[in-house]
């Protein structure tokens, strides 16, 4: 990589990061303005809350991790070699942030919401455009994460649904309770895998396979799809069903609503098992039990 590239890629690497801990920010904000709102409810003496409206403060926090989130998805769709210079790469990504839009961004929004949006897209149109040269070299790298286009989602799709027959909901939700699993699935208890050391593992038996990047393709309009770096592999609901996977389709996580988690592959399952020996304590039992 040469000098010129080198930029290139830390100027996009401090518009993920701007994004990323702005966010962390504001998000920090909001649970302490609604953690306040709760105090004052209890001094008050009043049992349930009877206030529903948002305060000017609130409604002018929320929509700006919401649209630094929508930013940060954008610019990820891009990678530094889509840039054929430094200022090319500054005018990109701050178009970007000027226009990015999310499920959570969109009209109608009140004048707070949109005033608080259009702040935070001027502060990060101003970041990457003014961004000191001689500072490029300092910046710190992150974990490779691109925003895959609405084309790759549909072939991922249409490969889990050939390959894995997923259809929407996938195993233990998509057949009655007690049916047979895909060749060599099994549904786990979903909480064991909020555990950052099973997370390691998991992640230690994926890479035994030779998989350094892997797909994440979610449920929902308001969460991006994206190609991720091993190192970012989390495979938990949060609100919105996910699905793994690499290049070759062999193995598949799936993390559903009803708080399970599928293991999938002739080749991950016994590995896990391998590697968990405490796997047969956590299968899954069903969402009524």
Known sequence: MNASADRIEALHTAARRYCFDRAAQ????YDELLAAKEQGRRH???LEPIELAYTDEELATFPRYQVLHAIQAEIE???PSD???LDEARELLAEAGLSAESLFTRPPTGEIEREAMADERRLFAAYVREFPEEKLSTVETLSYRRTLTEDERRRILAQL?????VDGYWYPLDRPLGDDPPPFAHAFDAEPFFD???QRVLRDVVGALGV???WEVRELESERDYELELSLFEPVYNGSEGFWTARSFDWLVYASHESSVTI???????ALQRAWPAWSEFSYVGWDA
């Open 196 to 198: 950052p050391g099973l």
């Open 212 to 214: 350094t990047r892997l």
């Open 26 to 29: 504001w998000s920090a904000r």
């Open 44 to 46: 008050s003496g009043l």
């Open 264 to 270: 999938a592959g002739a080749e991950l399952f016994p």
């Open 83 to 85: 840039f054929a210079s």
């Open 77 to 79: 769709a891009f990678v």
């Open 161 to 165: 649904r050939q390959r894995w027959g």
